[in-house]
Structure formats: C-alpha cells, structure tokens
C-alpha cells in the first residue's frame, strides 16, 4: 500500500503553531519528502535535519518540499527546531510513534528484560543497539565518523567555528591538519555528533519526556506530485537513516534534473 493514503487519513500536532492538522495539508511541490523521524533527541534526527537544513535552499530550487514527523512532544519539538534551524512548520511530533507503527518502521531492538519498566528496558536496549546488536552498519557508521571519507564532502567550512562541549570552540581550518580539504576529514563528523550528544544530554528530559521509544527507527519517503511512490528507505539501525551516508540525501538524483551539491560552500 503506498504510504501516501495513510498520510492522507493522519493528523498530528504542527511545531510551529501547536495546531493538529492533516499530514499532508498545504503539503505542494513536484516532490514531496516525508522524513518519519525516531526520537527528537536521537542521532539521526539531528544529522538529518542537519543535511536538510544545509541543502534547503537548493531543495527548494529544484522543487521538493519536505515534512518530517518525529517522536516527542511539541516542547521536544521547539528545542530541536531551535538548535537545528528546522523549520517548526514543517516538523509534526508524535508522541508514541504512532505513525512510524502504522508504516511497519523497525522499532529496534526489543530484548525482553522481566521486571523492569518498558523505558528502563527501551534504554538497556538502545545501549545494546549503539554497540551494534540488533543494529546493523551502526559500528562502521560511528568509525567512518572518527576515520574520515574521501567519497563524502567537506561538513566544516574553513572559516566555520563549532562548539562541541566539553572540547574547546575549533575552527573548521583545525581540520586541514587532520588530512586536507574538500572531503570529509578525520574526526569531522564525529564532532558534529559529539555537539548534538552534547545538546541532548544537557536537554534530556525536553528531548525525551517518554524514553519508553528511544529504539524506534525511522524511514524516508519520496512522492511526486500526484502521489505516487517514488523512493522510500526504512531504517535498520542508529546512524543508518540513508542508503548512503556520506550523502544522505544521493537519492533525489536519480528524480531531479539537477544533481543536489553536497558540498561545502566555499
């Protein structure tokens, strides 16, 4: 069943405005992408809403509008769009992923631990998930970060200053020393995460009021303008919200006419 008719009868809270309304209200454009989104304080909504926010502009060129729906109340919803940038009218929250239920997304692990309560359990099973168990990619993910990827683009512009507690502010030259430029350089990514880990851990209880679905994956999907299903990916782990990381959002191009630029502007 195309994902397209769910969204159509599905209705949540907006972020920008508390209001409850269809998925799909006012949603236009030659190319519509639903970002289903795990916990507002997980790994990868905040990367991916990173890469939505660096290419929204040509995005939005080349004719695709984006809505994501991600797990968390509206306060959840106002922090992360705070920090990301993300815009609160295209951000719906969903308190106990509801959606991402109805869509068949991968809840991650679920190791039956008796006796404890299902968010002390969803947590031992996080925790099990970011050493790989149940998580398949999460640890070569999570290298690729430190190592660095000559395939991938530049994420720190040489002129950009990052604050990534409890590390001093680095400026994005710092990392020419690490391997050069004009690719991903080693440790560049990982201090991307370590900021929003950073961001998280100070704001926990807003990020995550219920931790009993902190294991729920995420999926992507692609419509055209009339509705028909053109791409979707269903995550099968943490760190694995794209088929290809380095570029999460490659996928369109095979759609557009124009290739999305990954890269760093200069």
């Known amino acids: 069943m195309n994902p397209y008719y769910l969204l159509q009868s599905s209705q949540r809270q907006r972020v ?61 919803g106002q922090r992360f769009c705070d920090y990301s940038g993300f815009p609160g009218a295209d951000l719906f929250v969903d308190p106990q992923g509801e959606l991402h239920q109805q869509l068949g997304l991968y809840p991650g692990l679920q190791v039956p631990l008796p006796g404890v309560s299902p968010r002390q359990r969803a947590m031992v099973n996080l925790l099990l998930m970011c050493a790989g168990v ?22 720190i512009a040489d002129d950009e200053v990052v604050e990534a507690k409890p590390l001093p502010p ?27 880990m950073a961001e998280v851990l100070s704001h926990w209880s807003t ?40 570029n999460p959002l490659q996928f369109l191009d095979q759609f557009l006419d124009q290739c999305l630029d990954p890269a760093v502007s200069p």
Not at 136 to 154: H, I, K, M, N, S
Not at 177 to 185: D, E, S
């Open 170 to 196: 680095l400026r994005g030259s710092v990392f020419r020393w690490a391997g050069g430029q004009g690719f991903q350089r080693p440790f560049e990514l990982a201090t991307l995460r370590l900021r929003n």
């Open 134 to 155: 149940g998580s398949p990619g999460t640890l070569g993910e999570v290298f690729r970060g430190y190592w660095g990827d000559r395939r991938a683009p530049q994420l």
């Open 16 to 76: 920008s405005d508390g209001s409850v309304v269809p998925l799909d209200q006012g949603w236009a454009g030659d190319y519509r992408l639903l970002l289903v989104w795990p916990q507002l304080g997980d790994f990868d909504s905040l990367e991916y809403a990173w890469w939505i926010q660096r290419q929204r502009s040509q995005l939005q060129a080349l004719g695709v509008t984006v809505r994501a729906v991600g797990i968390g109340d509206r306060g959840a």
């Open 207 to 246: 990020y995550v009021p219920d931790g009993a679905q902190v294991t729920q994956r995420g999926g992507t999907f692609l419509w055209g303008a009339t509705g028909e299903l053109l791409y979707e990916h269903r995550d099968r782990g943490l760190l694995g919200f794209s088929a290809s990381m380095g």
